[in-house]
């Protein structure tokens, strides 16, 4: 699986590259590679996003404009197959920044986005990873989802990584343009509609031109509360902190209330930083020479 991560993060760098290098927009590298990682069942986000409680793939994305500060979410919903195209919809072709569940369905199909049925985000890890955690704490198995495969025979062990696979961009563009996008299918057995930091605007995704950009990943009840994005982005903004140092900071304030997660981070001239506080974190950068650096475990 190690390789595997490693090969879809360089393809993710080919991907937000072309883009770039050809002269487009730091949004639409942002939008194209999560919508690739979307479709990639090995990350927590579209096909692949981790189960709730009730059996169901519940997803939350949002994307920012650093140029403008315009900025559009969706939370929660269940048939749209790239939420960051919906993200960007709600962005560019509504008068609102975050829609939730049905009615950002129903505004998506207004804006030809792709739907598809809910099994088609079913991956069998993930179900395992459902199983496991309803059973350590003592929940109901709710019943394996309509068109999902059949049960496989006998035991299956998937690695239990304490990684997160939510998806991040930043990028910045030739005209200085920073965007910032994350994507997810939040945490596993989430319960009652529950939605994290990825969709929030400031938490989860923040970007503003000559400051910063950030996407983040980590259990949202602490990414919320510490407002992780924005945090990030006023300590550069306001006290002149790098983006290493705002990092550093905002990772005390979580580290105090034990929130486990990481961020990545650009500053206004694109050079480009990550910090997190678990075992590893699935990352990947382009140096501005053009080199990549994908990492995963955090003695790398
Ligand atoms: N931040 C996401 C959430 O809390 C989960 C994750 O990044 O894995 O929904």
């Known amino acids: 699986m190690e390789a595997q991560y490693r090969a879809a993060m360089n393809h993710a760098l080919q991907t937000g590259a072309e883009i770039l290098d050809r002269g487009g927009s730091s949004l639409d590298a942002v939008q194209a590679v999560i919508s690739g990682m979307e479709d990639d069942p090995l990350f927590n986000a579209g096909r692949g996003a981790v189960f709730g409680a ?3 793939n519940h997803l ?4 920012m404009d650093g140029a403008t500060r315009a900025a559009g979410a969706v939370a929660d919903v269940t048939h749209t197959r ?7 919809a709600v962005m560019e072709r509504s008068p609102h920044v975050m829609l939730a569940g049905e009615g950002a369905e129903a505004f998506g199909a207004t804006q030809n986005i792709e739907q598809v049925p809910p099994s088609y985000f079913f991956t069998e890890r993930r179900w395992q990873q459902l199983e496991q955690e309803l059973r350590a704490r ?16 006998g035991q299956l062990t998937f690695p239990d990584d304490h990684k997160f696979g939510t998806v991040g961009v930043v990028a910045m563009d030739e005209r200085g343009n920073i965007a910032a996008g994350t994507s997810t299918g939040g945490t596993t057995a989430k319960l009652w509609g529950r939605v994290g930091d990825s969709p929030i605007i400031g938490a989860g995704t923040y970007a503003q031109n000559g400051v910063c950009g950030v996407s983040a990943t980590g259990t949202g009840e602490y990414f919320i509360r510490v407002g992780v994005a924005r945090d990030i982005c006023a300590r550069m903004e ?10 550093d900071h905002v990772f005390d304030e979580l580290d105090a209330m034990h929130g ?3 961020v990545i981070v650009m500053d206004g001239h694109g050079h480009a930083v990550w910090r997190f506080n678990t075992s590893g974190m699935y990352r990947a950068r382009l140096e501005q020479g053009g080199q990549p650096v994908v990492q995963i475990f955090n003695d790398e």
């Open 54 to 56: 009730d059996g169901k």
């Open 138 to 153: 003592n929940l109901p198995i709710p019943p394996r989802p309509a068109g999902a495969p059949p049960a496989p025979q």
């Open 82 to 88: 790239h939420p960051i195209q919906l993200a960007r």
């Open 60 to 63: 939350d994305a949002s994307i």
């Open 238 to 247: 306001f006290a002149h902190e790098t983006a290493a140092q705002a990092a």
């Open 260 to 262: 486990d997660g990481g």
